[in-house]
């Protein structure tokens, strides 16, 4: 099976929250060749439960993911 190797983005920002303070927000957007839509956007969930990254932030600032097909 070829793993397809994508280009990943990720965008960080900074805005208010809820309570009046400062959040972190991350746009993590992967753009895949070779597979379909739907794959595409399983890996690109498989991938962030295993993310160092995520894993780390996980629970503590939002985090929006966009699989895209190139």
Same mark, same amino acid.
């Given at each position: 099976?070829?793993?397809?190797?994508?280009?990943?983005?990720?965008?960080?920002?900074?805005?208010?929250?809820?309570?009046?303070?400062? =959040?972190? /927000?991350? $746009?993590?957007? #992967?753009?895949?060749?070779? +597979?379909?839509? =739907?794959? /595409?956007? $399983?890996?690109? #969930?498989?991938?962030?439960? +295993?993310?160092?990254?995520?894993?780390?932030?996980?629970?503590?600032?939002?985090?929006?993911?966009?699989?895209?097909?190139?």
């Amino acid at each position: 099976l070829a793993i397809p190797q994508p280009e990943v983005q990720v965008s960080v920002g900074i805005g208010r929250n809820e309570a009046g303070g400062f =959040a972190l /927000a991350a $746009d993590i957007q #992967a753009v895949f060749q070779d +597979v379909d839509q =739907a794959t /595409a956007d $399983d890996l690109i #969930a498989q991938a962030h439960q +295993v993310c160092p990254y995520s894993n780390a932030t996980r629970g503590n600032i939002e985090v929006n993911l966009t699989a895209k097909l190139a």
